[in-house]
């Protein structure tokens, strides 16, 4: 058991902190002895070359000093210059005196929650009740919100800048600003999302924001698939029965090798939806002299009328069965509102990245083109499915109305550091189809740094998440608060079985937000959420990209980068959902879409 050697002076010190250096320095401590910290840093021209510094958080430090044993005795903990300075002129006396104390080799209960500051304009919130944090929107962005514009708004940034909390205001703004009934036959607002658990969501703050009961009633939350499959559903009588993209691949690669066909399921699924069905084509002269954005592999014209025949048959037999891709339900709705004409006033659109053209195509027929008609937020960078979008090429003009928030509120700059290369090179395509990038973008809140947390076994990685977030909790977290996610259900399930043999409650990510329990998912789950301790577990070389998504890919080197992307964005996803802390384990090698060591470490 690590022991650590500390100053008779130096408690007496300590506890004149402030509570949130003294957070910050017993997680540099615990971390360090964990082996999750680099060596101590040295000091230029100290007067012991032996004098260490510990470092503790942007702006402070501790000073280590040798002793007798060949250990190490911490000091003092001041500002990082006034730090440096001491450390500069300390020498060690011959043998001092000091207490050994033992520390286990686990994170000890912190004295108060994981602390975070930020500017004057939002600690007061930060102080505050979690739940009303999450819909508290930055002061700066009052005026997207309750702006007056021409057309259609886009608003992009990165992680934390706000983007769904201004979506929720702005729905709210535009509800309350409606003086006069709409037209026949259309409703008010319509604030849309890629998927359940966020909508669900979006429609629980809205709840909060919006007292009002007449107000609420003209905000309509419901996801994209929901809105198409009702409109269809309205004109035919009958719900569709959409099929996931996964169970048509593998149909498809079944049917693709009976019939000798040189192509991947998932490659033909993927032309399908993100060249044919994203651009309407209903003629193959029109595929076969295309430009196949954003599809790497090249397919010479002869072998371009093998895939479209190949895709007709295979898509006729969905038909003839009853069944739909979502996309192509999206396609039938925006067909039946182009006859039918607009069915809302004002359209918002939260997590935009992740839609596909036809459901584009289906929001552009849903509201009419005029002033206040679309507002969309999204950030491409946080994409998870592959659908590349050019709104100009949809009917939705937002040129001089494109708004893009740089500074973050809602993440610390120490997880956004630590986060951004798990993205890798590759540049992101916008919603206006040009290179999206996060240069310049940075955060207002100040923490601790993310831990990153190696382990030899499944048992200690499991051990270990239960002692952290024990420690989250004896903080004064609630655990409603705090999120743990691992990439697939059995991951989850392991994690649900360690915090209940510990005594600690868990629920569903998607449960409701009066149930005080710690929230267990897959990384999907925690698209759009927020919480203010995540732990990311399960993050091995093995287990993340997991086997079975890369074997999707056929060996379809096409397929297979875009699978790597989008892992990466997800686990991009996952770890700034963080707005105090984040915890990251794996067991055995890394995996490889960890960003190397920078300060959290294994």
Known sequence: MPQLAIAPAFLNDFSQLDTRVQAAALTAVQAYLAGDRPHLGSVDDAADARVRMLPIGPEWAGVVAPTPEDGYCLITIRPHDE??????????????????????HHPAPLPAAPAVVGPVEIARHLRGPFDQWQITLHPDQRR?????????????????????????????HLAAALTARPRRGTRPV??????????????????????DPDVRSRIEVVTIDGLARAIVQEHSGMAPDALAKEVIAERWRDAARADGIPYSGRFLVDEWEQVILARGFT?????????????VLHLAPEHRR??????????????????????????????????????????????????????????????????????????????????RVSLASLGIQVRGRGHRLRVGYRITQETLNWALPILGRVPAV?????????????????????VVRGCSSRHEEMAALGEWVRTWLEAGVAPSSIAVAGRNRWVVRDVAKELLARGIRTAPVD?????????????????????????VVGVGESQVPPRAATDA??????????????????????????????????????????????????
């Open 430 to 450: 916008g919603l206006d189809d040009n290179a999206d990038t996060l240069a310049g973008y940075r955060s207002l809140l100040r923490g601790p740094r993310p």
């Open 190 to 211: 319509l604030l849309t999302t890629y998927n359940r658990l966020l909508a669900q969501t979006l429609s629980s703050h809205l709840d909060r924001i919006v007292p």
């Open 511 to 535: 449960a409701e937000d009066d149930i005080d329990a710690v929230r267990v998912g897959t990384m999907h789950k925690l698209k759009g959420q927020e919480y203010r301790c995540v732990a």
């Open 283 to 295: 003629d193959p002269a029109d595929y076969i002299r295309c430009e196949r954005s954003g599809r």
């Open 144 to 172: 997207l919100a309750e702006g007056r514009f021409a057309g259609s708004v886009q608003v992009t940034g990165g992680p934390g800048t706000g983007k769904t909390v201004l979506a929720l205001h702005r729905a709210a």
């Open 83 to 104: 730090a440096l300075a001491f450390a500069r002129r300390f020498r060690p006396g011959p043998v001092p005196v000091i207490d050994i104390v033992d520390v286990p």
């Open 553 to 602: 890919a056929e060996g379809d080197p096409v397929a297979l980068e875009q699978i790597r992307q989008q892992e990466r964005n997800l686990l991009f996803v996952a770890c700034t959902r963080a707005r105090d802390a984040l915890y990251v384990s794996h067991v055995g090698a890394r995996s490889r879409l960890l960003p190397p060591d920078a300060g959290a470490a294994d």
């Open 306 to 387: 093998l895939v479209w025949d190949t895709v007709r048959r295979y898509t006729g037999a969905m038909r003839v069965a009853g069944e739909w891709s979502f996309p192509q339900v999206a396609e039938e709705a925006a067909r039946i509102l182009r006859r039918s004409g607009p069915r809302y006033a004002h359209i918002v659109v939260d997590e935009a990245q992740d839609l596909h053209p036809a459901q584009w195509r289906l929001l552009r027929a849903a509201v009419a083109e005029g002033p206040d008609d679309l507002f969309i937020a999204g950030d491409p960078h946080q994409r998870i499915y592959d659908s």
